[in-house]
């Protein structure tokens, strides 16, 4: 933009006189911004006229002028930015902020946070790294899925601290008797982002492509066809009962999309921009629900902008903070939860190259050497796990015997940075049993294939926990690569078998107690082991309101709110 070019011409007078008077002529004017005299001529006269600088010329060829620059370029940035932001120009904040990178998070901050702006509460969060596209059948980040649950509808969802599924864009459903016939039936007159009405053959459509898709294929797989015997209703026909199948329609790989455009969904907010950037949500305006109170929320993405802890580090991704530069020494931790969720072990039975005996042996190993409670101390943000969830308890694992361990071994860690730790002190300890561990960084946030898996004895990795922690733990059973690369043949086999058994067992209790029993039988034999689970938090200063935190860690963007600004 020419104001931002301006500026920058600006900002090389301003590094050469400050805001000292100077002699000068326009040839050196023309000099230091490398432009023609004319053009200097033409942008003193703008910037005069902007009360930028004060430009006093003599009569006379070669006579020189006294100039005196008049505003700090801080001072001119920091205006013009107020000004693009209350007009929406993200991109034209953005690029000035960028005219002088050191000072970014001095410039930015004041605006970060929750205010009110043009008559609209908005809520800005400074983000550390650049998101992936919000895709619901490709992203793998947690921000990026709470962000794909704000943006996109399904036929049932789940609110925020209830682990039964709700209705969406379904108003109620029906069961029959037998378990094999499901029937949602639709709200009227839902609609599209942008503004398009839904119509029940664009659902049809998209319940198709899902089913098709390998992501979100096994979520359907007990599906024997969708159909739509009325516009306002569509009926799922199963090959047997799965008492499952309104949770599994909440979950992440069920969310419904315009079948024609995949970014393009009906939950509460729209996403407006998506940029390297910046990523900006505007409220639905034709939403079906309760609205939220934030009109607008936008992720400013740069490095620069991580706040700095009190140990002088930046802080942790579970860890978030909403406010303005001016806010942090009042912000307080308004919300704390343990994740669900946890950082796991997982032993590859499939490679055969341990034997029962050397995989009770390494666990027992990983479970006394102070590896995780040496980490808590240090991190300060993680727990060591003793139940899988509430009420599932992790064995401890002995011996009898010592056998040798493998002389080699390899281990496969993703993210988070707390596995790459666990990893090394592994590392050591293993040796010490003379067993050399060769350690491998998978980048993925999510297994993809199981080819990543099969190069691997150990995997250490991050399994997220969603509001219904039951159906979640089920689904992982079905939806993750992990489990048929670390089972055999057979226990995959005989794995189908039991989710099978278990997804017809209607009361839910017991349905629970059945997944429960297989999950502690996986856990014996070695294949998993929960190491950790984090500590979430959530700090805002006292005027922002409203920050429920939801099962993957972020606050629940449709129940913040805050007060207008008083005048």
């Known amino acids: 933009m020419r104001i931002i070019h301006r500026l920058a011409q600006y900002q090389r007078l301003y590094k050469k006189f400050a805001d000292q008077q100077v002699s000068t002529t326009v040839g050196e004017i023309a000099g230091l911004l490398f432009c023609s005299e004319r053009h200097a001529r033409t942008l003193i006269q703008q910037l005069q006229a902007n009360d930028w600088l004060s430009w006093h010329s003599q009569v006379g060829r070669g006579k020189r002028a006294q100039l005196q620059c008049l505003k700090s370029p801080e001072i001119l940035r920091a205006s013009y930015l107020q000004i693009f932001l209350e007009q929406g120009d993200h991109q034209a904040a953005f690029e000035l902020a960028q005219l002088e990178p050191e000072r970014l998070q001095a410039l930015l901050n004041p605006h970060m946070g929750g205010q009110w702006q043009a008559d609209s509460p908005i809520l800005r969060i400074p983000y550390y790294r650049k998101l992936e596209p919000l895709n619901p059948l490709t992203a793998t980040g947690r921000a990026e899925q709470h962000l794909i649950y704000t943006l996109h509808a399904g036929l049932t969802r789940f609110n925020t601290g209830d682990p039964q599924p709700q209705p969406d864009l379904a108003h109620h459903w029906h069961v029959s008797e037998d378990g094999l016939i499901w029937q949602f039936f639709l709200r009227s007159q839902l609609r599209w982002h942008n503004g398009e009405h839904i119509r029940g053959e664009q659902l049809l459509q998209t319940l198709t492509l899902l089913q098709e898709n390998t992501r979100s294929q096994p979520s359907f797989a007990n599906i024997l066809t969708i159909t739509l015997p009325h516009a306002l209703c569509l009926q799922f026909t199963l090959s047997r009962p799965d008492y499952w199948l309104?949770?599994?329609?909440?979950?992440?790989?069920?969310?419904?999309?315009?079948?024609?455009?995949?970014?393009?969904?009906?939950?509460?907010?729209?996403?407006?921009t998506f940029e390297p950037h910046l990523v900006r949500l505007e409220q639905h305006e034709f939403y079906h629900l309760q609205h939220p109170y934030l009109e607008i929320i936008e992720y400013w993405i740069t490095p620069s902008l991580a706040i700095p802890s009190t140990d002088g580090s930046c802080q942790h991704p579970v860890r978030i903070t909403i406010g303005q530069e001016e806010d942090f020494p009042l912000v307080r931790p308004v919300q704390r939860s343990m994740s669900l969720g946890f950082c796991y072990l997982a032993i590859n039975q499939h490679r055969h190259h341990m034997t029962s005996q050397q995989t009770a042996k390494l666990l027992m190993i990983v479970q006394t050497s102070g590896i995780l409670e040496e980490l808590s101390i240090k991190r300060g943000i993680i727990t060591p796990s003793h139940e899988m969830l509430p009420g599932w308890p992790i064995p401890q694992f002995s011996t009898n015997e010592d056998p040798p361990l493998p002389d080699h071994l390899v281990l496969v860690y993703q993210p988070p940075m707390e596995l790459e730790t666990v990893?090394?002190?592994?590392?050591?300890?293993?040796?010490?049993?003379?067993?050399?561990?060769?350690?491998?960084?998978?980048?993925?946030?999510?297994?993809?294939?199981?080819?990543?898996?099969?190069?691997?004895?150990?995997?250490?990795?991050?399994?997220l926990v969603g509001e219904s922690p039951e159906a979640t733990m089920e689904s992982w059973l079905r939806l993750d690569p992990l489990w048929r690369g670390i089972l055999s043949p057979e226990q995959w086999e005989q794995q189908q078998k039991t989710l099978t058994r278990i997804q017809q067992i209607e009361p839910s209790p017991e349905r629970f107690r059945q997944l429960r029993a297989h999950y502690n039988e996986l856990m014996l034999s070695g294949l998993i082991l929960p190491l950790f689970n984090y500590q979430y938090q959530v700090n805002a200063p006292p005027r922002i309101n409203g920050v429920t935190l939801t099962a993957y860690g972020w606050f629940d963007f449709s129940q913040a709110w805050l007060p207008p600004t008083t005048v």
């Open 246 to 272: 309104a949770h599994r329609l909440a979950d992440l790989p069920c969310r419904l999309f315009h079948p024609e455009h995949p970014l393009l969904g009906a939950g509460p907010f729209k996403l407006a």
């Open 423 to 463: 990893a090394m002190q592994l590392k050591t300890v293993l040796a010490v049993h003379g067993c050399t561990l060769d350690i491998r960084a998978n980048n993925d946030k999510q297994w993809k294939s199981i080819r990543q898996i099969e190069e691997a004895d150990l995997l250490l990795a991050d399994h």
